[in-house]
């Protein structure tokens, strides 16, 4: 019978389109350890997103498909082309193992089953590519911001927009809160909370470069980068006089280059990649559990650009075991429907997995 240890991979993409996967240990009793996985060049092009869920991995970038693998297995299933033609692949969000949400320049947004990779919805709204997305916890709706400045919230049941925010400027960072009760976008000046009680929004950022990567740390504490090298924590708990997220703590030089990608690896606990090839690993918490409230736990040297981040956690066998079959079918050359509809395998629009 298959063990069912549980482990954490680290797994980066950089601009050469090059693909790193590190296992890692973090525990409070001993000091963290990596161990290299594999190390391979998956895409003609640069790696623009990264999305883990269960065993399986996805990556996307500038050679317009998304590459599916099975991470416990080492093994490759095959590719998925968005749409003929494609585009640059921006965000590949999981909502467990069963569904995947993709989304780039074409300006649309996908959610493909993974028991046999069948496109069902295809989404359009934006006039402009699509930076960001987020599912929320729930997988009942999801949040999408693009180049055109629009904030969409998607009912992922009816493939439908329900809402729609024009914001100040372009938004490439879109998070939900780890309670689903409201949501943070970052702009080139601020990040923006917004509740999804009607409350008003809240702008906060005191960082000295454009944040452009965060990622919710604990239910409380929500931590950034950016162009400044620079690690940023926001309380969302404590505001400050203006009633926004304060500045609970900074720690400058945390990367000598840029922060490209930020992860939640555990609770308290998240990764960071920057330009210079660095992977961390920081702890986040509060002052009087520690002298810092960032601590540095691991740093992983690679000699390559990195752009993305994901993290897998693999060994779990919750997931049906058909989800990770290979699709007979080829791929559909062709475009998609105008409007969000379900589709089904012979309809019109509807990629599938490439045969390797």
Request: proline share 4%; aromatic share 6%; charged share 20%.
């Amino acid at each position: 019978k298959e063990c069912m240890v549980e482990s954490t991979v680290l797994v980066a993409g950089s601009y050469d389109g090059a693909l790193l996967g590190f296992s890692v240990e973090v525990a409070q009793d001993s000091s963290p350890s990596s161990t290299p996985l594999f190390a391979f060049s998956a895409h003609a092009g640069c790696i623009k997103a990264v999305g883990a869920g269960g065993d399986l991995l996805v990556t996307g970038g500038t050679d317009h498909t998304i590459a599916v693998y099975n991470v416990r297995k080492k093994r490759e299933y095959g590719k998925l082309l968005q749409q003929d033609g494609g585009g640059t692949l921006n965000c590949l969000r999981f909502f467990g193992s069963s569904h995947l949400l993709s989304a780039g320049d074409e300006g649309e947004l996908c959610i493909w089953r993974t028991s046999d990779w069948e496109c069902l919805l295809r989404m359009k709204g934006h006039r402009g590519a699509v930076l960001d997305i987020a599912i929320h916890p729930t997988g009942r709706m999801a949040l999408s911001v693009a180049a055109d400045s629009k904030l969409m919230l998607w009912n992922l049941l009816t493939g439908k927009c329900n809402y729609t925010y024009t914001l100040p400027q372009p938004s490439s960072l879109v998070r939900w809160t780890p309670t689903g009760n409201g949501y943070v976008v970052g702009t080139n000046a601020a990040f923006i909370l917004f509740g999804l009680d009607g409350s008003a929004e809240r702008r906060f950022c005191q960082a000295q470069g454009r944040q452009l990567c965060a990622a919710f740390a604990t239910n409380e504490l929500f931590a950034s980068g950016g162009n400044d090298g620079a690690l940023h924590v926001w309380d969302m708990k404590q505001p400050d006089e203006h009633g926004a997220p304060s500045n609970y703590s900074s720690l400058q030089g945390a990367h000598p280059a840029r922060v490209k990608a930020l992860e939640c690896v555990s609770a308290g606990v998240v990764a960071s990649a920057s330009t210079n090839g660095e992977i961390k690993l920081w702890r986040i918490h509060r002052h009087d559990e520690r002298p810092s409230a960032i601590q540095l736990l691991l740093t992983i040297p690679t000699r390559l650009r990195l752009t993305a981040l994901g993290v897998s956690v693999i060994g779990d066998r919750s997931r049906p075991q058909q989800a990770t079959k290979r699709a007979k079918a080829p791929t559909l050359a062709c475009n998609g429907p105008a409007e969000a509809r379900s589709a089904s395998a012979g309809e019109v629009g509807v990629p599938a997995l490439v045969s390797q």
